[in-house]
């Protein structure tokens, strides 16, 4: 078998143990079990079994980042964030994506080494966030009023929030309904999302 090969039934099984069973049974032996390859192909290709969970978590944010950039990118308004929000966390819920962050970020409370790893790929995802919010809400009062880094940071932690609470909320009823009122509540922030005109906005910050 060729070493790339190794190294992606390495990774692919240990995203589907960590989707599955969690970290806590997410062992070189059951990783390596489920790839087909003998256990010490873990520590020999990875060094470990956190370094090959976080190789798993990384695939699963590349598909997801390619998932989200097309969802947002023809996003004009909040409204049409908020249908490309609740379209993307049924995807990730279906997928199992975001289970293999909130598995390492709940691991990270017994292992303080894990949450170095976790902020660096948190990371992206909260930039990525902040600069459609400004390519979207950038220049209007809503912006001046929240600032998209901190809508960012507020959509981060609630998007695992909601993850989290889905363990509780098998039929997805309860967290399907914030997302409603999320839609029902958008329409209504039109005036705080519309730009100023360049003059008005300029005399006004002259006076101010």
């Not at 966030?129 to 009023?145: D, F, Q, S, W």
């Not at 901190?150 to 309904?177: C, K, M």
């Amino acid at each position: 078998m060729a070493v790339e090969d190794t190294k992606e039934r390495l990774i692919d099984a240990a995203g589907t143990v960590l989707r599955t069973q969690g970290y806590g049974r997410s062992s070189a032996r059951t990783i390596a079990k489920e790839a087909g390859v003998n256990s010490a192909l873990v520590f020999y290709h990875f060094g470990g079994v956190d370094p090959l969970l976080f190789a798993a978590l990384d695939r699963s944010s590349a598909e997801r980042m390619a998932v989200l950039s097309d969802a947002v990118t023809g996003c004009r308004t909040l409204e049409d964030l908020v249908e490309a929000g609740t379209r993307v966390y049924r995807h990730d819920i279906d997928a199992g994506h975001l289970t293999l962050f909130s598995e390492l970020v709940a691991a990270a409370v017994a292992k303080p080494e894990l949450r170095d790893e976790i902020k660096v790929r948190a990371e992206p995802w909260i930039a990525f966030v902040e600069e459609t919010l400004e390519r979207v809400i950038g220049g209007t009062p809503l912006a001046r009023l929240t600032p998209p880094r901190d809508l960012a940071n507020a959509a981060i932690t609630f998007y695992l929030g909601v993850n989290l609470f889905t363990v509780l909320d098998s039929d997805r009823s309860r967290t399907e309904s914030v997302f409603a009122m999320a839609r029902r509540l958008a329409p209504r922030a039109r005036l705080l999302t519309r730009r100023l005109p360049a003059r008005l906005g300029t005399k006004r910050r002259a006076l101010g």
